[in-house]
């Protein structure tokens, strides 16, 4: 089950667990037709797929949700929390409601769907959580305060909930990404990006599919020793 899986990261994640022999549950907000358009592909690989609109901010619209998969399927063994949004400000311009959407979408989404599926994640007997963080969680970034709060949220969660199911055997762990080609990095002016890729030491931005390779890797059973660990991926902009 992967959130926010119609585009950019979310939908190479899904195409990878995919391509590794994995029946996924695709979740996204507004794209009806990127997500019908991964539903395909997953298809032609050989696995079903299901797609469901659904805000992870409601918790309702997932409890909802929850019922609609389990329909199609007993219960779900990887939950990745990808979903998210910015809505970049500076701090001191930043609408309460700027700081609530994020919050809600990218830090409370977490909490919704990890506490609605944690049930047959505990079935499993081997549940995979794996959260989508960022670098600017754990860098700080202008205009992001919001973003940054959620996201360094996220490494807070990942630890304490991995320290809380370990006993039924589940792993928590976090991803946290540099700058990733995707529409999310494709609004940065350019100016600013240039700026951005002298602070990369590898002179590059990462590819959607180098993160869905990580969790590709966390989900699978040579990960099975790792948890509450927090991944970098960002051509080692932060060390
Ligand atoms: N790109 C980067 O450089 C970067 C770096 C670090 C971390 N990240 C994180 O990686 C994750 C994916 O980012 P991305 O770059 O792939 O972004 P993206 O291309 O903008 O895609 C975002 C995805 O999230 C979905 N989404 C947004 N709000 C949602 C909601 N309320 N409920 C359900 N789905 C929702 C979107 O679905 P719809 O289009 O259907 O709304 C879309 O599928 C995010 O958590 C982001 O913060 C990205």
């Not at 609109?53 to 409890?63: F, H, W």
């Not at 990733?180 to 590898?202: Q, R, S």
């Amino acid at each position: 089950m992967i959130t926010g899986a119609s585009k950019g990261i979310g939908r190479e994640i899904a195409i990878a667990l995919a391509n590794e022999g994995a029946e996924v549950a695709i979740n996204y907000r507004a794209s009806e037709d990127h997500a019908d358009d991964v539903a395909r592909i997953v298809e032609e690989s050989g696995m079903s797929a299901w797609t469901y609109r659904a805000d992870v901010g409601s918790y309702d619209q997932i409890k909802e949700m929850k019922e609609f998969f389990s329909k199609y399927f007993g219960g779900i063994d990887i939950l990745v929390n990808n979903a998210g949004i910015n809505i970049d400000k500076l701090f001191f311009k930043m609408e309460p409601e700027a700081w609530g959407k994020v919050l809600n979408v990218n830090l409370t989404g977490v909490f919704n769907c990890t506490h609605i599926f944690l049930e047959q994640l505990m079935e499993s007997k081997n549940g995979r959580i794996i959260n989508i963080s960022s670098i600017v969680g754990q860098m700080g970034n202008i205009g992001q305060v919001n973003y940054a709060a959620s996201k360094a949220g996220i490494i807070g969660m990942t630890k304490a909930l991995a320290r809380e199911v370990a006993r039924n055997n589940i792993t928590v762990n976090a991803i946290a990404p540099g700058f990733i080609e995707t529409d999310m990095v494709a609004g940065i002016p350019d100016k600013v990006k240039e700026k951005i890729l002298k602070n990369i030491p590898l002179n590059r931005f990462g590819q959607p599919e180098e993160v869905a390779k990580a969790v590709v890797y966390l989900a699978s059973p040579d990960a099975a020793y790792i948890t509450g660990h927090i991944l970098n991926i960002n051509g080692g902009m932060y060390l």
